[in-house]
């Protein structure tokens, strides 16, 4: 649907990057290595962007590091399309929402990092979260998304000690 709407790929692929999870940060060599398309494509979308205000750049050395403007006027709502583009949106709706005993739940993996992938990685925390029902509703959420989804479970307490591993992350459901 999107990509009928973004027909540049290029476009489509610095919105997922950068709108998906706001704090994404990255500068042109990353992209081009990540997105396997020339830094001169790459350059001039990242421009448009920064034009726009939708975009924001600052100096580290010799790198010029573009993130999200968070404080545009559109970015909530382009946030939300991308949400339901991913199909993450129906994620949390049909199985988060679901959960008793869910505490937090954190996107990590490649939508974490911006990167469109045909996997979505969870992380869930809490007590008492039925496997079964969980396996369930995730299988009912794959078909509506048309995207594998794989999780792990961690008891309260243990995502102290586990959510510094997964530095790149982004929280769909709780409270940090």
């Given at each position: 649907?999107?990509?009928?709407?973004?027909?540049?790929?290029?476009?489509?692929?610095l919105?997922?990057?950068f709108f998906?999870n706001?704090?994404?940060?990255?500068y042109?060599?990353?992209?081009?290595?990540?997105?396997g398309e020339?830094?001169?494509?790459?350059?001039?979308?990242?421009n448009?962007?920064?034009?726009?205000g939708m975009l924001?750049?600052?100096?580290k050395?010799?790198?010029?590091i573009?993130g999200?403007n968070v404080?545009?006027?559109?970015?909530?709502?382009?946030?939300?399309i991308?949400?339901?583009?991913?199909g993450i949106d129906?994620?949390v709706?049909?199985?988060?929402?679901e959960?008793?005993?869910?505490?937090q739940?954190w996107?990590?993996?490649?939508f974490a990092?911006?990167?469109?992938?045909r996997?979505?990685?969870l992380l869930?925390?809490?007590?008492?979260i039925?496997?079964e029902?969980?396996?369930n509703l995730?299988?009912k959420?794959?078909?509506?998304?048309?995207?594998?989804?794989r999780?792990l479970i961690?008891n309260?307490?243990e995502?102290?000690?586990m959510l510094?591993q997964y530095?790149?992350?982004?929280l769909?459901?709780g409270?940090?």
């Amino acid at each position: 649907m999107l990509d009928t709407l973004v027909t540049s790929k290029t476009r489509l692929k610095l919105l997922v990057k950068f709108f998906l999870n706001a704090s994404t940060r990255s500068y042109l060599r990353d992209l081009e290595a990540e997105f396997g398309e020339s830094t001169n494509a790459i350059r001039v979308e990242l421009n448009r962007f920064e034009e726009a205000g939708m975009l924001t750049s600052q100096m580290k050395g010799n790198k010029k590091i573009f993130g999200a403007n968070v404080k545009h006027p559109l970015f909530s709502d382009i946030h939300s399309i991308l949400m339901k583009y991913t199909g993450i949106d129906r994620v949390v709706e049909n199985v988060l929402n679901e959960l008793g005993g869910l505490r937090q739940a954190w996107l990590i993996g490649d939508f974490a990092r911006g990167r469109d992938s045909r996997i979505i990685d969870l992380l869930l925390v809490g007590d008492d979260i039925n496997s079964e029902y969980l396996l369930n509703l995730i299988g009912k959420a794959e078909k509506l998304v048309d995207r594998k989804i794989r999780y792990l479970i961690l008891n309260s307490g243990e995502e102290i000690s586990m959510l510094p591993q997964y530095p790149e992350r982004l929280l769909l459901f709780g409270v940090e």
